[in-house]
């Protein structure tokens, strides 16, 4: 009998949507063969081999859609029946909260290529749109305009996907962005392996975030931190924002800033 990697197998056997998620189930201790645990994505088993779950499954394609969740829920915005832009979209976290939550389509943007999770590229809702620099995002390549967009990029700062989305956006949209203070702040201010944990130096990338929003003619409305880390252990925190084109100051005070920073080193 033909072995397979036990990854391979879970998603094959419908256990979770995508490699990435049965990984990370299979280093969390959650998957058994036969009442033996399994612990090495790559262990090859018979295609017969007996397997289980323990634990809750993952409801979505990626981590990432618990981010957009908390988000849906302490924000109260809604994407029920509406265009939602997913910038940065990878395997497709946020794509797939979306759908779950109703949205109409989700245009599903990433300069990279063949992230997307196998059931949304192949969605009738989902708009793929792969190889696409957001940064030169014309409102041409969007056939209609989005009514929300969401936001969790790497390697790059925000600060450079605010202004084009200025001219794709309708009015009155609503904007989730996920702020990761490795790519805001300067390489000084970044510890080892990448990552910042000093609160002061979340402070500092938060203010910018804030103020450069409303340069730009968006309303930020609240913040808050991200349930789970990133991936390489980095605490993220959630903005909330509001496309109304005039500049305006921010509903967004230094004492929610400082409780959500204190709240979240003291969650991880």
């Known amino acids: 009998m033909k072995k397979e990697r036990v990854d391979i197998l879970l998603v094959e056997q419908g256990f979770f949507e995508t490699r990435e998620q049965a990984k990370r189930s299979i280093m969390a201790g959650q998957v058994y063969m036969e009442e033996e645990r399994v612990d090495k994505p790559g262990t090859k088993i018979d295609r017969t081999a007996s397997l289980?779950?323990?634990?809750?499954?993952?409801?979505?394609?990626?981590?990432?859609?618990?981010?957009?969740?908390?988000?849906?829920r302490v924000f109260h915005f809604h994407v029920e029946g509406k265009i939602v832009l997913d910038i940065g979209s990878s395997t497709g976290g946020f794509t797939d909260c979306s759908l779950q939550h109703g949205a109409r389509r989700v245009f599903a943007v990433d300069v990279g290529y063949n992230q997307l999770a196998w059931k949304l590229r192949n969605h009738s809702q989902v708009e793929v749109m792969e190889r696409y620099n957001f940064r030169h995002a014309?409102?041409?390549?969007?056939?209609?305009?989005?009514?929300?967009?969401?936001?969790?990029?790497?390697?790059i700062s925000l600060k450079l996907l605010l202004p084009p989305l200025t001219n794709i956006l309708a009015e009155n949209s609503d904007i989730c962005l996920l702020i990761k203070p490795q790519f805001e702040a300067g390489r000084e201010k970044v510890g080892k392996k990448g990552i910042v944990r000093d609160p002061n130096v979340h402070r500092e990338v938060i203010?910018?975030?804030?103020?450069?929003?409303?340069?730009?003619?968006?309303?930020?409305?609240?913040?808050?931190y991200s349930p789970i880390t990133g991936g390489d252990g980095n605490i993220e925190f959630l903005l909330h924002l509001l496309w109304e084109p005039v500049e305006k100051r921010s509903d967004i005070t230094d004492a929610r800033i400082d409780s959500v920073i204190q709240t979240a080193h003291a969650h991880f």
């Open 207 to 224: 203010e910018d975030i804030i103020s450069f929003s409303a340069s730009q003619g968006f309303h930020p409305v609240d913040i808050d």
């Open 52 to 72: 289980q779950v323990k634990g809750k499954k993952m409801p979505y394609v990626s981590r990432g859609g618990l981010k957009l969740e908390k988000a849906l």
């Open 138 to 155: 014309s409102p041409e390549d969007f056939n209609e305009k989005p009514e929300v967009a969401v936001a969790d990029v790497s390697f």
